[in-house]
Nanobody, 128 residues
Framework: QVQLVESGGGLVQAGDALRLSCAASGRTFSMYTMGWFRQAPGKEREFVAAISKSGGNTYYQDSVKGRFTISRDNAKNTGYLQMNSLKPEDTAVYYC?????????????????????WGQGTQVTVSS
C-alpha cells in the first residue's frame, strides 16, 4: 500500500500560479501511476491529469491543457501539479491518487475508480 498526502493548496487570484505536491510513503512510489482529480462545490469529481509510472507520459483534461503540468520525482516519492493561469472555475478540492495499473489506451486512468489509493485533498480557491 501507499499513503498519499497533498499540500500546496491555498487562496490565490485569477491568473496566479500554484503548485500542489503529493507526498507518498510506504510502497515505492514509482510502482504507481499517479493522477490528480478535483471536486468543486456541487459538482462531481473530475479527472485533471495523470502521469505514467516513470513520468514519460502525461494526460490532461481539456479544461486544464496548456495551463497545468503534472510531474513526478520518484527519487523523492513526490508528485506535483503545477497550475498556472488559474481561473475561478479551478476552485475545488484537489486529490492525489495512485494506481497500480499502467496507462494505456485500454486503461481508464481518467476514472477515479481505476485508482487504488487516495490522499485527503487540498483546497484550492481562486478569486476573481
Amino acid at each position: 500500500q501507499v499513503q498519499l498526502v497533498e499540500s500546496g493548496g491555498g487562496l490565490v487570484q485569477a491568473g496566479d500560479a500554484l503548485r500542489l505536491s503529493c507526498a507518498a510513503s510506504g510502497r515505492t512510489f514509482s510502482m504507481y501511476t499517479m493522477g490528480w482529480f478535483r471536486q468543486a462545490p456541487g459538482k462531481e469529481r473530475e479527472f485533471v491529469a495523470a502521469i505514467s509510472k516513470s513520468g514519460g507520459n502525461t494526460y490532461y483534461q481539456d479544461s486544464v491543457k496548456g495551463r497545468f503540468t503534472i510531474s513526478r520525482d520518484n527519487a523523492k516519492n513526490t508528485g506535483y501539479l503545477q497550475m498556472n493561469s488559474l481561473k475561478p472555475e479551478d476552485t475545488a478540492v484537489y486529490y492525489c491518487a495512485a494506481g497500480l495499473g499502467t496507462i494505456s489506451r485500454s486503461s481508464n486512468y481518467y476514472s477515479g475508480g481505476w485508482y487504488d489509493y487516495w490522499g485527503q485533498g487540498t483546497q484550492v480557491t481562486v478569486s476573481s
